[in-house]
């Protein structure tokens, strides 16, 4: 008799899930997953086997669902925004409740270790994300056409030490910098939005640095990058993409180095001391 591998995937925005339901269903898996409502793209449902539609904030529903499924292991992937905790109508249900008062802080990897912790509660073994995801890993080297100036590439190492720096302190991923000076800092608002703020303060020229946290956990919150970072930076005129190699997701790779070829933008996949 075939066992049945199945895998369940938490989907939240962009195209980061149906990407890992592709590859996980070419290795034989059986997809199952859970569409945040109302954050996870409708393609879901042709990604995966089976798509349940659940209100981001109902963690018990959530792991319910999963559970029923006979999910053993799953994947979680894609955007969920902590600002949906402070500016929406989304109501927790109880077990989301619980979880938020349990927390020390509401830091990202606080969250999500406790959110991990009551999936293996229920017998869900959480996994990296990039164990269905490796292809999409940022290769090292410059990616596009344009390479970085002599100036920018001070920026870049520069704006590294300092992203490094707010992750370790769990606050964001992502800096701007332009001429060693630091024009802006991700927080709670997201990459695409910490950039067309610092592009504006620092007008044409500004780089940007993405990278993993010094404590990052693979099985969430991996580092992404796509189409709409690059197009945040294009409204804003910035020269410069810097995402960490190795240990960040690049989406549409064809698609986005083309892009910054016709935008004049340099991509690099960085990594000090290469």
Known sequence: ??????????????????????????RGYTIIAVGLDPLAEKALETAADEVKWVNVGKLGTIIDTLTKAGIKEAVMAGKVPKSLLYRSKITPD???????????DRSDDS???????????????????????????????????LSPSKEEWRDITFGWKIAKQI???????????????????????????????GGKL??????????????QDMRFDVPVTGLDTLRAMTSVRARVL????????????????AEA??????????????
């Open 202 to 215: 620092a007008g044409d020229g500004a780089v940007v640095v993405k990278v993993s946290k010094p404590q």
């Open 242 to 257: 810097a995402v960490e190699a190795e240990h960040s997701i690049l989406l549409d790779r064809e698609k986005m180095v």
């Open 1 to 26: 008799m075939t066992t049945v591998k199945k895998l369940g995937l938490i989907a939240g925005s962009g195209e980061l899930p149906m990407a890992i339901a592709t590859e996980a269903r070419a």
């Open 111 to 145: 969250i999500m270790l406790a959110i991990t912790r009551e999936l293996e509660k229920d017998g869900i073994k959480l996994l990296s994300t990039t164990d269905f995801s490796s292809r999409l890993l940022t290769p090292e080297g410059v990616l596009t056409r």
């Open 167 to 197: 992750g370790r302190l769990d606050i964001g991923q992502t800096v701007v910098v332009k001429d060693k000076a630091v024009m802006a800092v991700e927080a709670i608002e997201g990459t695409d939005e910490a950039i067309r703020r």
């Open 261 to 274: 070829d016709g935008a004049g933008i340099s991509v690099v996949g960085y990594r000090p001391g290469a």
């Open 94 to 104: 109880l077990r989301a409740v619980k979880v938020l008062f349990s927390l020390k």
